[in-house]
């Protein structure tokens, strides 16, 4: 493998990025390096009380006092103090690894004088911090942050930064290395420390912790050069093969069900397998106890992501920030330079071109571990079929001839990750997103509680006004055929008394949603339907159908205290009454621009709100219009049918009294009839060309 001199002096894209990182670390040739002498607190409190938006963090300033939110906020003090010097901590790693780059790809001495200040800096402030005495009482209590697992993901960096500096022939004085030895050991008894906390008092190996504790210990015992103990992470308890083994899924996934948390858990493992590289142990084609692998947990992202390489934030994780794209771009240079593997390059191209504005290979990540001659990545639209994930509860249904796709949710709750959200349905177009998961604000907001972990924040089913109980759903049939992809899920832990069935196809012109619910309890409740599309909704509701008097909010709880009532239509005719609307999508933020039809079947005495709500996590502020449709009664069918473009579907049941429920959908030259039997499921009746 190259290093970086041969790699900048083969590859003129290289070379073009190395200079762009020199002018980034321009700065440090007039200005003091003030590495914080405060420890850290907890990020996630780095965020507005009042807009639930992430706080502005500006990498210059040296020593902020005022903390400024995107739309105009100031606060001063704690917890912002604190969490402010979290992110300063981990630019000035940052800024370390940065400049060990430069020297290895340049060999100028002031990138290596730069690095070993920062380095040797922290060496010394290191053992003047006490255990924090302000870290919760659930976290594992740091040193230099509130949590271990914050000061775990730093020391990774920084120690990264000191064996790049050391392989490339740099060398400390004896008094720096001595320094460097101490901070070493307190890391390694602190990390050692924490880890037996963890696996054998805490019982709970599988946490993403312990991934991190390895990596960090990795780092450690290769900077020390002390072999025997790196070998003792890979076997037993908590080691290495057994996380991989109880961490993840045989799918593939991680075993919270959130995208975050695996590539989260998964740039752990890197970490650790680029340490244990260095002593020829390689762990990328390592295998747990039911296959589970590295480049599995690869496969199942781009399985799951957009065809635009877009990941769903299903589960607790960021809809979208720029540590969090960092992230996706250091493991998939990774990922793409060990296993080369062409499809994993879209979701890389995706995250450049949120980081940078262009899908091109750019900055640190690129330079450190990017592979290739080219700076292109492969954006191309890609034919992939439909996939089931059985053991982690998740489906996605694709159609080489319908730019809609939908994933969805009926697995495992996800423990302190997960939401009260069975049966959600993600659905993406392939220019972007239609109607996706929210994504999760950092937890120091009050809305991860209130609204984005609640199930009526994501496009499935409340009752009562309600969230759904912590539970796991099943899949009942997974059908993929010639023309069509069939999925049929199933709740009866959502509510009790209550039976939530989804039933999805997905054919060549359409996407068929149709939600069955039934209660056998004495008295039926309040069945809402949430739909939250994040374009520009058209609603062609007529004057005299909308309910001036509905009300203006739906409840106080389970995060409908988070939503508005903008207008209402009851269907109040004894009838289905088919209701058309559209989301347009202006292409400013996806590029392209495109247009989603809908038709939904409203049940008589059912009512379509238009409501209001947080927009996603990124910014929570700017708020989205969505759908609920509500209907009391002890069953109800919910039917929708989305297509792409302006030109809606229409649906009409069909069915008899005392028979199965029929609909048909019909569109341009062809109608077809599908009917629901509760023992088989959905089945399609037949089809006929409608200019007969």
Not at 21 to 47: A, C, N, S
Not at 53 to 68: H, P, R
Not at 615 to 628: H, K, Q, T, Y
Request: proline share 5%.
């Amino acid at each position: 493998m190259m290093n970086l001199k041969e790699k900048a002096d083969t590859f003129s894209w290289v070379g073009l990025e190395v200079d762009k990182l020199k002018m980034e670390l321009d700065p440090f040739r007039r200005e003091e390096i003030l590495l914080p002498t405060e420890p850290g607190g907890w990020w996630h409190q780095y965020v507005c009380p009042q807009h639930h938006t992430e706080l502005i963090f500006d990498v210059m300033e040296q020593d902020a006092v005022v903390f400024s939110c995107p739309k105009g906020c100031k606060l001063e003090g704690e917890p912002y103090r604190g969490a402010w010097l979290v992110y300063r901590h981990q630019a000035m790693a940052r800024y370390a690894l940065q400049s060990a780059v430069v020297f290895a790809a340049d060999g100028e001495e002031f990138y290596s004088s730069l690095a070993r200040k920062i380095l040797v800096g922290y060496a010394e402030q290191f053992p003047l911090y006490p255990v924090h005495p302000d870290a919760q009482p659930w976290m594992l209590s740091g040193r230099a942050f509130h949590q271990a697992l914050t000061e775990a993901i730093w020391s990774t960096t920084l120690i990264r930064a000191y064996l790049l500096l050391v392989d490339h022939g740099v060398t400390f004085t004896g008094e720096e290395e001595v320094k460097l030895q101490v901070f070493f050991t307190m890391l390694e008894e602190s990390m050692e420390q924490y880890r037996h906390i963890l696996i054998y008092e805490k019982k709970n190996a599988e946490n993403n912790y312990t991934a991190w504790l390895n990596a960090s210990l990795a780092c450690v015992y290769a900077a020390k050069g002390t072999r025997e103990k790196l070998a003792s992470l890979l076997e037993g308890e908590g080691g290495f093969y057994h996380h991989l083994s109880i961490g993840v899924k045989p799918d593939g996934f991680e075993f919270e069900g959130s995208t975050y948390y695996h590539i989260f858990v998964l740039r752990a493992y890197l970490i650790a397998a680029e340490m244990y590289g260095r002593f020829g142990v390689d762990l990328y084609d390592a295998k747990g106890e039911q296959g589970q692998s590295i480049r599995g947990m690869f496969q199942l992202l781009a399985e799951l992501s957009g065809d635009n390489g877009e990941l769903p934030a299903v589960h607790d994780g960021p809809y979208a920030r720029v540590p969090f794209a960092r992230e996706i771009a250091e493991v998939f240079e990774i990922g793409i330079a060990v296993y080369k593997d062409p499809s994993l390059q879209p979701i890389l191209a995706n995250a450049y071109r949120y980081l940078y504005g262009q899908e091109l290979r750019t900055g640190l990540e690129a330079v450190l571990y990017g592979a290739g001659e080219s700076k292109e990545l492969q954006t191309s639209y890609r034919v992939r079929d439909s996939v089931l994930l059985p053991d982690s509860g998740f489906a996605v249904l694709r159609h080489p001839g319908n730019p809609l796709s939908v994933l969805a949710d009926f697995g495992e709750h996800g423990g302190s990750h997960g939401h009260f959200d069975k049966l959600h349905i993600t659905i993406m177009h392939r220019w972007g997103e239609v109607a996706p998961e929210l994504g999760m604000v950092p937890y120091g907001s009050v809305l991860r509680k209130e609204w984005y972990s609640e199930t009526a924040s994501h496009n499935t089913v409340t009752i009562g006004g309600r969230s759904q109980a912590p539970h796991t759903g099943s899949c009942c049939q997974f059908r993929q055929e010639g023309n069509a992809t069939y999925l049929w899920i199933r709740s009866d832990g959502a509510y009790e008394g209550a039976v939530l069935e989804r039933h999805l196809v997905l054919a060549d012109g359409w996407l068929l949603d149709w939600f069955h619910v039934e209660q056998v309890t004495e008295r039926s409740q309040e069945v809402d339907l949430w739909f939250h599309p994040t374009g520009h909704l058209l609603l062609p509701f007529d004057p005299h159908r909308v309910q001036k008097d509905s009300p203006a909010v739906l409840g106080l709880e389970a995060g409908y205290g988070s939503v508005e009532v903008l207008s209402a239509m009851k269907n109040e005719t004894d009838c289905p009454l088919n209701t058309e609307w559209n989301i347009r999508y202006d292409g400013v933020s996806t590029c392209r621009e495109y247009e989603v039809s809908t038709s939904t079947l409203l049940a008589p005495g059912s009512t379509m709100y238009e409501i209001r709500t947080p927009g996603n996590a990124e910014d929570p502020s700017r708020l989205l219009r969505g759908i609920m449709l509500r209907h009391k009664g002890p069953s109800v069918d919910f039917i929708t049918v989305y297509r792409d473009g302006h030109e809606p579907a229409v649906l009409k049941l069909v069915s008899q009294v005392g028979e199965p429920p029929q609909i048909q959908i019909a569109t341009t030259g062809q109608a077809v009839v599908y009917c629901l039997d509760p023992k088989a499921g959905l089945i399609q009746e037949k089809s006929r060309n409608t200019e007969e």
